[in-house]
Every structure is written in structure tokens, then in C-alpha cells.
């Protein structure tokens, strides 16, 4: 799949690599980013960080050129890219969703595994989540909380807790609600644990149950299902909860190849990218 033309193979990398990356991918990324180009200094690394969904329809809508596109949804790239503009599909880490807080947050003190519903229930508490069609991390957000209504046995849940996260709660990508706890302008988010480690935020851990992050419950994760926007307007798709795989994929038309394929096999080195995803809370396969 890494291959490069023969008159291509031992030459030294050089030029701009553009990567569409998921925003929970943007604090690795950018320390691979400096050791790769520490490693080559004729590369230069352009990384733009946005929701998966949103990564790929700059490919497929807008036609923007790109060399490789890290998704936090693995099968984004499935249904968004392949086959027209990539041909194949790499998982390489992993993920779970957590509940982030600060000590500013309301109730902080007393939140914790047993109770967490309750309080985002609460009159006044401040909680969101991304853009489910902007980012896999919002629809894993709204996933978990359908699937709690389950593993408690709580009829409606789901739908009560909708009902106290306005509209203005809900931003493009999970990083930005970072931002928003750190200010004290939001009490609550859901993240990826990934994000919470690297941002050094309180968080929840959630029984493997409902935190979509054990592949051994994806049969339980099935039964939270979201109606996403499709590829076209009007259109919709509906999604079935899965444990979170990453993907990552090398485009067809990819303006630099030759310095894209040597970034992935470093991204891939087991004491290479894999490494750092690990050292940030990430397990890598």
C-alpha cells in the first residue's frame, strides 16, 4: 500500500505534505509533525484540523487538494472516500468518550459514575457536545447517552437530557468545547479521553457499557442509532454505535506522494507516531 515509484524510493522527501486530520487528533499530530520534519527539513507539514466528516466533504465537495485524511471515525473515510478518492483504509488507534469537567464546573465536587446523568439533568448546568454532522464525536456523545438510557434502565433519559443542551451548546468540534470548560462558560463536555489527558481536564470514566471504547460490546453500542446528513442535501444516512476505530487513508490524487508515504510509515513506526499516540492517552493498534 506504501510504495513509491522506484525513481521516487531512495530520494529525500521534500515539499508540503496536506493533512485533514479529526481536532482530537491535533496534539499528536503536531508533535509527529516536528519530529518528522526534524527528521526531514525539506518537508514542511501543513495540518488543518476540523470534525471527520467535515475533513472529508473538503475532499469530495470542495475539492481541496490533500495528501492524507485521519479521521476519528474510520468508516467516514469508508463511506466519504472510498473508492473515489482514496482506494484504502487504515485503523491505527483507538478511543473511548469521558465526561469533562473542571473545579469550576457546578456540582463538581459531587458529580462522579453513579450520578453523572443526574447532574447534567440539573436546572442551570451547562453541558454540550459537538456537531454530530460535523464530527464522529458528536454522534458518539448522543450514542453514549442513548445507550445509558439502556444500561440504567431509565426510559426517556436520552431524550431529557436533549432537552437541556440548547442549540448554542453544541460547536463544530469537540476541541472547541475545551475552550469553554477551561473558561468556566460550559460546566460539562463530552470528549474523547485522549483530549481530556492531553488538556488536563477532571473527567468521568463510563462503565465500557456505554463509553464506546471495548470492541467486545459493539453488539450493545448497535442499538444507539443517529440520523446523520448524507452526501447530497436533503439526504440522510443513519449510523449504528461502534467502539471508536481511527482511520487513516493516503488520497488517490495526492500532490505530494512522495513525501506523504514516508509521514505514514513514520505515523505507523511502532517507536514512531504509534508511540506518541500512546504517551497521549490514545492506544494504538
Known amino acids: 500500500i506504501l510504495s513509491l515509484p522506484i525513481n521516487q524510493a531512495n530520494a529525500e522527501p521534500t515539499g508540503k505534505v ?51 485524511m485521519a479521521s476519528a471515525d474510520f468508516s467516514v473515510i469508508d463511506q466519504v472516500l472510498i473508492p473515489e478518492y482514496a482506494d484504502w483504509n487504515i485503523r491505527f488507534a483507538t478511543n473511548r468518550l469521558v465526561l469533562c469537567y473542571t473545579e469550576k464546573s457546578k456540582y463538581a465536587k459531587e458529580v462522579n459514575v453513579q450520578n453523572w446523568y443526574e447532574i ?34 431509565i426510559p426517556g433519559l436520552y431524550q431529557r437530557l436533549i432537552n ?28 474523547y479521553r485522549s ?20 470492541y467486545k460490546y459493539d453488539d450493545f453500542y448497535e442499538q444507539a442509532v443517529m440520523e ?7 439526504t440522510y444516512i443513519k449510523k449504528k454505535g461502534k467502539s471508536c476505530t481511527y482511520g487513516i487513508t493516503l488520497l488517490k490524487d495526492a500532490p505530494n506522494r512522495q513525501a506523504a508515504v514516508p509521514f505514514l510509515k513514520y505515523l505507523l513506526e511502532p517507536k514512531g507516531g504509534l508511540k506518541i499516540m500512546d504517551e497521549m492517552g490514545q492506544p494504538p493498534f
Open 18 to 68: 496536506i493533512i485533514f486530520h479529526a481536532g482530537s487528533l491535533a496534539i499528536p499530530f503536531a508533535r509527529m509533525e516536528r519530529e518528522f520534519e526534524f527528521r526531514y527539513p525539506k518537508v514542511d507539514i501543513i495540518r488543518e484540523a476540523a470534525g471527520s466528516r467535515r475533513c472529508a466533504r473538503k475532499i469530495s465537495d470542495l475539492k481541496k487538494p490533500c495528501d492524507i
Open 228 to 234: 446523520l446528513t448524507g452526501k447530497k442535501p436533503g
Open 120 to 153: 447534567l439533568d440539573r436546572r442551570g448546568v451547562v453541558w454540550g457536545h459537538s456537531d454530530p454532522n460535523a464530527d464522529p464525536c458528536g454522534y458518539r456523545s448522543l450514542m453514549v447517552l442513548q445507550l445509558a438510557e439502556k444500561y440504567y434502565k
Open 195 to 214: 483530549v481530556a489527558v492531553q488538556h488536563g481536564l477532571e473527567f468521568i470514566e463510563l462503565p465500557d457499557q456505554i463509553n464506546l471504547g471495548n
Open 164 to 191: 437541556n443542551c440548547p442549540k448554542e451548546n453544541i460547536r463544530p468540534k469537540e476541541v472547541e468545547l475545551v475552550v469553554l470548560l477551561q473558561t468556566g462558560n460550559m460546566d460539562y463536555a463530552w470528549e
